[in-house]
């Protein structure tokens, strides 16, 4: 009886504060995302789409613009897939096996996000091209690093190692073992416990990762413009394609910032997209098993 | 509870105070008299602004220097601010249509400065001007490894198969633009074996073997010579005087100039319109008159090593850069509108075709 | 949190010889993970301290005493601090809102906070000139006032703010819906306004999240080039941040320079992320967790 009072109590003191804050909040959060996200892809959009698809065309038409665009994507595709798979290992390894150094590494991880895109370029061509030590084998062997298409993997691989790693560690970290010895009890060894609970259950957050590597895998510059080569139809990139783009026709392509605007919106309109509908899938699925 | 919402409006304030700000930030940095073409009074130190293409950093570094020193002592004490800023020709003149404010602009050429003609920030007849504007010059060449071991000396020798060659993205750089009309040119006047004179599509065959055989499009001229010198490719085509200032700065490359190659021409420009601006207008122009002084030409040859900006000297050559057979310019072979959007660029033009052939 | 598996008898049998393979497994997985990284992240790293170190002490106090590279750090700092602050305070309203609050197109909206992750930065760079440069939208509002955004610091503060704003709002989002409501209601009940429980109950119990997302804002912040580039116009001395000048070191032939300079950016950030994490595990040991 009293502990009903007092919730009712309690719910009506929630409810009235609840809503001046809860808007004010909300305002606040529509207003800077809609001020400093909104609004610059809204400019975007507006010159790349405003007068219809001839801009989008027109660009299509460029030089190498397809391969462009369909190297990006495929390379984003197996960059999320091959970080996915090797990040969520180094995750295991560093929440669930104590090796010596492992602090070390777990610091490392997260230094893609400290160093410049572009002094990663720089580094990967100075270590892994053609005049390398380790480049210059590859090539003898016929496998171009640098200046070919796996430098550029290489370098998106660096680029998002962090993201699903450090979205797969904090679930990984928290997650109950109580299941997992269940099951060794039960006979069940290492990988078949691995695959049959640990797995679910990280599965959102090695989705979530995957997605931000391929977020961001669609529009990394920096480090890719120094190992890439630019060769259109062969190591040309979008984001590079773009900014190429911008200047005026020199491929006999007419160019310009509206044709750029497009390309570009369909690039992180194609982000954008992938992202949106699989949080709701996610999501959905987090709702239906609570 | 009033508290609270009292202060989750300040938060919202706050937010549009952080943006204002941002803007208000904006008028420190050009400390010069006011955007608005009112009244001109130039400010006791007058600031200029340089923009210019990314070679001659050195060159500008000295002559902005003495030229504010001499200027200081014509002028009572006043001392001059320049503010400089290098990067690619063609996008110094992006960043000035879209608001960059120079008020002096170095090309690497002259195409670069019609587009800004164009968009009416530029408003005097420069190309009548003193050397038709043209501040500095050379020669598009070869840097090849010591020894020059795959033997290359016409622009031919660059279509052998298995060489690999770097000239940077035309897109983003003149100075490919320069390499790609020389050897077009060089083509069109009979001066390369095996390509007849005057004949376009035998021109676009040049092109095309010689593109087969890039296998990087660095963003500058700057960043392709800076590949080849890091170990990569066979050939790099570049400016002789950039290839020069790199063996005097200690790198080991050798130049081997063809024996017909185009003139490069790089002129410098007042930008009319921001220099009346900032009321800096007279200054900016006394500048760019400065540059083609003998002294001012002679810092350009000893610290850029270009050569004299008469064709006829700069054709036999200086001390850091070798003499030229048949140096040819851009008007030689149709000049440049029609090379940008004819000849050469334009959509059936040889190097397009040749480009698409090659990479397609 | 200690391994809780029951140890295997030694006595050489199947349960023993089960372990052994699990270790086997084990250091195998270790070794794949930690080759990895090797390849990846441990040799570039490596490469930039090699260069960086190489010339010697002499070349990094000549370095620092150059005027550009010393104003070059300050304009990275300042932008830092002002992006930080701005992503900080407005991600923490963000952040409650999509922990917390219920409304149609939730997803969208946390789909917009990851967008900047997805924009090129050449692409943020087109954005402010598209908003602020000629022509733009708000050109001619601001040209009225004689304020200056593009190729001035203002564009360069906002590119940096985009790029920014998804880190700590992806950090705290987790934390808040794991904390719950409960001891933020038990303080309301009890009286506290709002703003009294979100200083003295919520922010504590999210400090540590909140620190290492603010140092990851601060990283990627510092660690941009590619929007910068395009937005501030490289006027030597004056518009440009510590990346930029790294541009132009390899630029100019003065490549020590370069990785001399990448090397401090490079340390800083990672000692803040490392510092974080210390003091993370230090708070968190003490807090008997």
């Not at chain 1, 550029?152 to 790693?165: K, N, Q, S």
């Not at chain 2, 996008?91 to 608001?99: D, K, V």
Request: hydrophobic share 50%; charged share 15%; glycine share 10%.
């Amino acid at each position: 009886m009293v502990a009903d009072a007092r919730s009712r109590i309690a719910g009506r003191a929630r409810r009235d504060p609840g809503a001046s804050s809860r808007w004010a909040l909300r305002s606040t959060a529509f207003l800077y995302l809609g001020l400093f996200v909104l609004l610059p892809v809204a400019v975007i959009l507006q010159r790349g789409y405003g007068s219809g698809l001839g801009n989008l065309e027109d660009a299509l038409h460029s030089f190498g613009a397809w391969n462009a665009i369909r190297l990006t994507v495929v390379l984003a595709v197996v960059t999320a897939i091959v970080n996915g798979v090797f990040g969520t290992l180094l995750a295991y390894v560093l929440v669930r096996i104590p090796f010596p150094g492992r602090e070390i590494v777990s610091a490392i991880v997260d230094l893609p996000f400290a160093i410049p895109s572009l002094v990663a370029g720089v580094m990967l061509v100075a270590l892994y091209g053609p005049t390398s030590v380790v480049g210059g084998w590859f090539e003898d062997h016929g496998l171009k690093i640098i200046f070919a298409v796996p430098g550029i993997l290489l370098a998106l691989l660096f680029v998002t190692l962090p993201l699903v790693v450090r979205s797969v560690q904090p679930v990984l970290s928290e997650l109950d073992r109580e299941e997992e010895e269940a099951a060794h009890t039960l006979g069940a060894h290492g990988w078949t416990t691995f695959r049959k609970i640990v797995l679910p259950a990280l599965r959102p957050a090695i989705v979530a990762g995957s997605l931000l590597v391929f977020a961001r895998s669609l529009g990394e510059f920096g480090a890719i413009v120094f190992v890439a080569g630019n060769i259109p139809n062969q190591t040309l990139t979008a984001p590079v394609f773009i900014t190429q783009l911008l200047s005026p026709g020199s491929y006999g392509q007419s160019g310009g910032p509206d044709q750029a605007a497009a390309v570009a919106g369909l690039l992180f309109g194609l982000a954008f997209i992938v992202v949106l509908l699989t949080e709701k899938l996610i999501s959905g699925r987090l709702e239906r098993t609570t | 509870m009033r508290r609270s919402r009292v202060i989750l409006t300040a938060l919202l304030a706050a937010l549009v105070a952080v943006v204002t700000f941002t803007g208000c930030g904006g008028s420190d940095t050009a400390s010069n008299a006011s955007a608005n073409s009112g009244s001109c009074t130039p400010s006791d130190s007058p600031v200029l602004t340089l923009a210019a293409y990314s070679n001659p950093y050195d060159a500008y570094g000295k002559l902005t220097s003495t030229f504010g020193a001499v200027w200081k002592e014509a002028h009572n004490g006043q001392q001059l601010i320049f503010q400089m800023s290098f990067g690619g020709s063609t996008t110094q003149a992006e960043n000035i249509i879209n608001g960059f404010q120079a008020d002096v602009y170095a090309s690497s050429l002259a195409p670069d400065i019609g587009l800004v003609e164009e968009e009416g920030l530029i408003t005097h007849d420069w190309q009548s001007e003193q050397n038709g504007s043209i501040v500095q010059a050379g020669a598009v060449v070869f840097a090849v490894r010591p020894g020059n071991p795959k033997n290359i000396q016409n622009w031919n020798d660059l279509t052998q198969p298995g060489l690999q060659i770097l000239t940077p993205d035309p897109s983003q750089s003149g100075g490919a633009k320069w390499n790609i009309v020389a050897a077009y040119g060089a083509a069109m006047r009979g001066e390369v074996p095996g390509y007849a004179k005057g004949s376009a599509e035998d021109a676009q065959r040049l092109l095309e073997g010689i593109f087969k055989n890039v296998t990087v499009l660095d963003k500058s001229a700057n960043d392709s010579l800076k590949n080849f010198e890091a170990g990569n490719g066979d050939v790099a085509i570049t400016y002789d005087y950039q290839a020069a200032t790199s063996i005097a700065g200690g790198q080991e490359e050798e130049i081997v100039a063809p024996p017909s190659t185009v003139f490069i021409q790089t002129p410098t420009v007042v930008v009319d319109k921001n220099a009346q601006d900032h009321c800096v207008e007279p200054i900016a122009q006394k500048f760019v008159e400065y540059l083609h002084t003998p002294d001012a030409q002679e810092v350009f040859a000893s610290v850029a090593h270009t050569r004299p900006v008469d064709i006829t000297e700069a054709a036999k050559g200086t001390e850091s850069v070798p003499p030229i057979d048949d140096l040819f310019t851009t008007d030689d072979i149709g000049g440049w509108d029609a090379l940008i959007n004819d000849t050469v660029f334009g959509p059936e033009g040889a190097f397009t075709q040749a480009f698409q052939a090659a990479k397609g | 949190m200690s391994e809780a598996h029951a140890q295997p008898l030694a006595s050489g049998g199947p349960a023993d010889r089960a372990a052994s393979r699990g270790r086997g497994v084990r250091a195998l997985l270790v070794g794949i993970a930690l080759l990895y990284v090797l390849v990846l992240i441990v040799a570039p790293l490596g490469g930039i301290i090699f260069y960086g170190l190489r010339s010697g002490l002499g070349a990094i106090t000549d370095t620092f005493s150059q005027q550009d590279v010393v104003h070059a750090f300050y304009l990275t700092f300042v932008i830092m601090l002002i992006a930080v602050a701005v992503t900080t305070v407005l991600g923490l309203a963000v952040a409650f809102v999509l922990a917390r609050d219920r409304f149609r197109g939730k997803s969208f909206l946390s789909a917009l906070v990851n967008l900047p992750l997805a924009v090129s930065p050449v692409v943020v760079g087109l954005m402010a000139i598209l908003l602020f440069g000629r022509g733009g939208w708000f050109e001619p509002f601001f040209t009225a006032q004689g304020i200056r955004i593009v190729f001035a610091l203002p564009s360069m503060i906002l590119v940096t703010i985009f790029i920014s704003i998804p880190f700590v709002i992806r950090e705290i989002v987790p934390l808040l819906e794991e904390l719950g409501t409960e001891e933020e209601q038990a303080a309301w009940t009890l009286g506290a306004s709002r703003l009294q429980t979100f200083f003295r109950i919520t922010l504590p119990n999210i400090r540590w999240g909140l620190f290492y997302g603010m140092a990851l804002s601060a990283a990627r912040s510092i660690g941009e080039v590619g929007a910068v580039l395009v937005v501030s116009g490289l006027l030597q001395g004056q518009t440009e941040t510590a990346t930029l000048y790294i541009l132009r070191a390899f630029d100019q032939y003065q490549p020590e320079r370069g990785y001399i300079v990448a090397l401090m950016l490079a340390a800083f950030s990672i000692l803040l992320l490392i510092g974080i994490e210390m003091f993370k595990r230090r708070g968190l040991k003490r807090a008997g967790e």
